[in-house]
């Protein structure tokens, strides 16, 4: 497999002495780079007639990869490494998320207002009026991020306490690209019983329910129940998030090669959450020919082990996945690392579309199937086409909570990614920009203002 490419998500800081005469900085920096490791900032942290220490800032592929380079380093002649940081340890230390307040308590009588006797008077107002919650507290613009911890990222089942760091960083993701105020909700259980339960105790805090890495078939249960019996919108972000992405960059992507959605063959693998949404998806945006994959191949109708969810794409054909890549327009991976090879992308129509987003190793790497591809997309954000669900999530519940929608409907789906796709200009839609960067300022926006015009035509928007 191609190495990966060194990014800031595998980023440290190597502090270093040298004795303070011309190019022993050099023998660093070229041990550094002969391995691959890619350079930043390098500081001047003391200096001496004797001596110099300095900070480097390092980007590596992997763990392996930044222990490897450190050990070079170590490894040179009279150069002493002091310290190594990881960045990215560094940066989670103490949390990512704070609260504060809105309101600045300057004396007895802001005191009075905020909280007793003065706040007795809003607890009546609600009483009388409920409606008057989203007026008069947080709930209109907060959103609850749930988990059981049961399926982090691609790491697998670790558990409440080990997804909370996800959970953070989806709240900052709120915050920084919707301007919404989202706590994480870790729960310790995984019963889907338990976890409706407790949802819906906690709901009169929220005005929206992001529900995140639970596992499938679990996940399908738990989004449909509380959708329900919750009157505020629930949305599982694994699921609809990647779906709504996904289709915005396929929009793009069938332009460039000049085929409508109807008549392409799409191969889909993995088949839990993301895959059977986007799926789902397809289908509403007018897609015929869905073929599904899991880690036994294609989802057919002849097998016995599928899933209530897995049976609504079951087809005639079986087949592995190479069977079912051949002659495809479009392949769209949402599984493990490396499980397609060039020979099968090779085995593809004309034009082949290729999202391998698996992350952080994807199903093939672009550096192998270069020439083979009209269009290819990842996950990853150290290439073209990074298919991110943060252009999709914060827009959705910004526009959810401003029009007060009660729940979430396929249509706001379909106009939310219609919305992200059309960001992308006809004269700068290419083969490496079919997707606007997560940094494009218009896209929650854009997706807010989508999702609002679709609950009002679908009757679910409240004001």
């Keep these: 497999m191609t190495d990966l490419t060194p990014n800031s998500s595998f980023s440290l800081t190597i502090r270093f002495q040298v004795p303070n005469r011309p190019g022993m900085l050099a023998s660093v920096t070229q041990a550094i780079s002969t391995l691959g490791g890619s350079m930043g900032q390098i500081d001047l942290i003391e200096q001496t007639r004797q001596i110099s220490v300095r900070d480097i800032t390092v980007d590596a592929a992997s763990t392996e990869h930044a222990e490897t380079i450190v050990n070079a380093v170590k490894a040179l002649p009279?150069?002493?490494?002091?310290?190594?940081?990881?960045?990215?340890?560094?940066?989670?230390?103490?949390?990512?998320?704070?609260?504060?307040?809105?309101?600045?308590?300057?004396?007895?009588?802001?005191?009075?207002?905020?909280?007793?006797?003065?706040?007795?008077?809003?607890?009546?107002?609600?009483?009388?009026?409920?409606?008057?919650?989203?007026?008069?507290?947080?709930?209109?613009?907060?959103?609850?991020?749930?988990?059981?911890?049961?399926?982090v990222l691609g790491l697998g089942n670790l558990g409440p306490e080990a997804a909370l760091p996800v959970m953070e960083g989806k709240a900052m993701l709120f915050k920084e690209f919707g301007g919404l105020d989202a706590f994480p909700i870790c729960l310790a259980t995984?019963?889907?019983?338990?976890?409706?339960?407790t949802v819906k105790y906690i709901a009169p805090v929220f005005g929206g329910v992001n529900l995140e890495d639970i596992a499938a078939p679990r996940c399908f249960e738990i989004e449909a129940r509380l959708q329900r019996e919750l009157t505020i919108p629930v949305f599982h972000d694994d699921q609809h998030g990647t779906a709504i992405v996904t289709l915005a960059a396929l929009f793009n992507a069938l332009k460039l090669v000049h085929k409508s959605i109807a008549e392409v063959r799409i191969v889909i693998n993995g088949a839990g959450a993301a895959g059977v949404a986007i799926a789902r998806l397809l289908r509403k945006a007018g897609a015929e020919s869905i073929c599904l994959c899991d880690s036994r191949g294609i989802l057919c109708t002849s097998r016995p082990d599928l899933t209530e969810q897995k049976r609504e794409f079951a087809i005639e054909q079986a087949g592995t996945l190479a069977d079912a890549m051949k002659e495809s327009d479009v392949f769209l991976g949402v599984s493990a690392p490396g499980v397609v090879t060039p020979e099968m992308v090779r085995s593809m129509a004309n034009n082949p579309i290729v999202f391998a987003m698996a992350n952080p190793i994807p199903e093939i790497q672009p550096e192998l199937i270069a020439e083979d591809v009209a269009v290819m997309a990842t996950g990853r954000s150290d290439y073209p086409n990074q298919i991110n669900n943060v252009l999709a999530f914060p827009g959705i519940f910004r526009g959810a909570l401003d029009c007060r929608a009660s729940s979430l409907t396929t249509s706001m789906y379909l106009e939310a990614a219609q919305a992200i796709a059309s960001l992308i200009k006809p004269t700068d839609l290419d083969r490496e920009h079919i997707i606007p960067s997560v940094f494009d300022e218009r896209v929650a926006t854009a997706v807010s203002a989508a999702v609002q015009r679709s609950a009002r035509q679908d009757g679910v928007a409240r004001h």
């Design 190 to 197: 995984q019963d889907v019983d338990e976890i409706v339960k």
């Design 78 to 151: 009279e150069i002493k490494v002091l310290e190594v940081y990881d960045r990215t340890f560094t940066l989670h230390r103490g949390g990512k998320i704070s609260v504060e307040s809105r309101i600045p308590l300057r004396g007895q009588a802001d005191l009075a207002m905020a909280y007793t006797p003065g706040v007795g008077r809003i607890c009546t107002a609600i009483a009388q009026n409920p409606d008057e919650v989203y007026n008069l507290t947080i709930k209109q613009n907060t959103v609850a991020i749930v988990t059981d911890g049961s399926a």
